[in-house]
């Protein structure tokens, strides 16, 4: 079983940047797509966006294309979510994912992070 542990959430004002760092302990996704996924109180969980297994594509939501951005570095098992322009609608727990099936902003996981919360206020 992986092993995903995500870090980097807290408060920030509107407009404002986080950065999310996932660790892939046992480095279960060296070779393989990586996501970030998304759940806010009361709603189901959301795709964010996906970055290839060596990190040279990336596909993102709708919601969050342009202010968010993927990246990893492989040779130190990390996934990234550089979060800029927040909004407080991006308020959510963040998780990062891996074991990815599905197509493009359809995408699921069958592998997951504990979860970071990331409050974003107005």
């Known amino acids: 079983q992986a092993q995903l542990e995500e870090s980097g959430g807290g408060l920030v004002q509107a407009g404002g940047s986080l950065r999310l760092t996932c660790v892939d302990v046992k480095r279960t996704f060296a070779h393989s797509p990586m996501a970030w996924f998304r759940q806010a109180t009361g709603k189901e969980r959301e795709f964010v966006g996906y970055?290839?297994?060596?990190?040279?594509?990336?596909l993102y939501a709708d919601s969050v294309k342009g202010r968010f951005t993927i990246s990893r570095d492989l040779a130190r098992n990390m996934l990234f979510l550089q979060m800029n322009s927040l909004r407080p609608e991006d308020t959510a727990i963040y998780y990062c994912?891996?074991?990815?099936?599905?197509?493009?902003?359809?995408?699921?996981?069958?592998?997951w992070g504990q979860g970071t919360q990331v409050t974003v206020s107005s």
């Open positions: 994912a891996g074991d990815l099936y599905g197509h493009g902003q359809d995408a699921r996981a069958r592998s």
């Open positions: 970055i290839t297994y060596d990190g040279q594509n990336t």
